[in-house]
């Protein structure tokens, strides 16, 4: 599974971008046509709006992918200490390129579902496009948790499963078949019920089959 998710964001490294910015013609119609017109721009907006823009703490971006959406909002947070983690090591790569500048940011190769961090060690984590691709969701959702400080937030976006059938019927029949979304996905009873478990706090949006979400624990 490791290697199917690797190969599959090395392949796409470089229209990566596009696509989830609706950068040409072509990805404006895949967004419209398959995402009803979701903008993944103004869910990463609406996202990176939770941490302010004097935030001094410790940050996680678990997965950091290209940085695409966080270059510039991380740029600015200058008296942050941020990690940024993914599995690829291409997309970490594309990342570093967009972020080498800052002395306050590291990264990190490796799982989000064994995360190389002790407890308690962030007060705040990030997740943005990932946990639809993340194999063990549950694992996923336990690490994020462990590694966070009480009171700590855990700020995310993803795919849900369940909202349009056309949406549903791409991510099953190409974007799973390729290795850049892993089943199961939630749907959004499952997660609603997952996060609640987990913390006290759930401020929950639904954007056609995106989730948006600040928790607090
Ligand atoms: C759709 S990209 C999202 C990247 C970025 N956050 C964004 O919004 O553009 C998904 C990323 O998840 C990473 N990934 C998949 N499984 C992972 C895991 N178990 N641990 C860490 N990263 C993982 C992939 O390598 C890929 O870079």
Redesign the pocket.
């Known amino acids: 599974m490791?290697d199917k998710?690797?190969s599959a964001?090395e392949s796409s490294k470089n229209i990566?971008d596009d696509v989830?910015t609706q950068g040409n013609f072509f990805s404006r119609m895949y967004i419209k046509f398959f995402w009803s017109g979701t903008d993944?721009n103004e869910i990463?907006r609406k996202v990176l709006a939770y941490i302010p823009d004097d935030f001094s703490g410790e940050l996680l971006?678990?997965?950091?992918?290209?940085?695409?959406?966080?270059e510039k909002k991380w740029s600015a947070l200058k008296n942050a200490d941020i990690t940024c983690?993914?599995?690829?090591k291409d997309?970490i790569e594309q990342a570093e390129k967009r972020l080498n500048s800052c002395k306050n940011i590291r990264f990190m190769q490796?799982?989000?579902?064994k995360l190389p961090m002790t407890d308690q060690s962030f007060d705040t984590v990030v997740?943005?496009?990932?946990f639809?691709?993340?194999?063990?969701k549950q694992k996923?959702f336990s690490e994020i948790w462990r590694v966070l400080k009480n009171g700590g937030d855990f700020i995310a976006c993803f795919y849900i499963r369940g909202k349009s059938k056309r949406t549903d019927w791409l991510v099953r029949n190409i974007l799973a078949k390729k290795g850049?979304f892993?089943p199961p996905f939630q749907t959004e009873e499952e997660l609603r019920e997952i996060l609640q478990k987990m913390y006290h706090e759930v401020d929950f949006y639904i954007d056609g089959s995106m989730v948006y979400f600040h928790c607090v624990k």
Not at 127 to 130: L, P, R, V
Not at 132 to 136: G, L, M, N, V
């Open positions: 490791a998710i690797q964001y990566y989830l993944d990463a971006d678990v997965p950091v992918g290209t940085a695409v959406f966080t983690l993914d599995y690829s997309m490796g799982d989000v579902g997740s943005m496009n990932g639809h691709a993340f194999p063990d996923a850049w892993t």
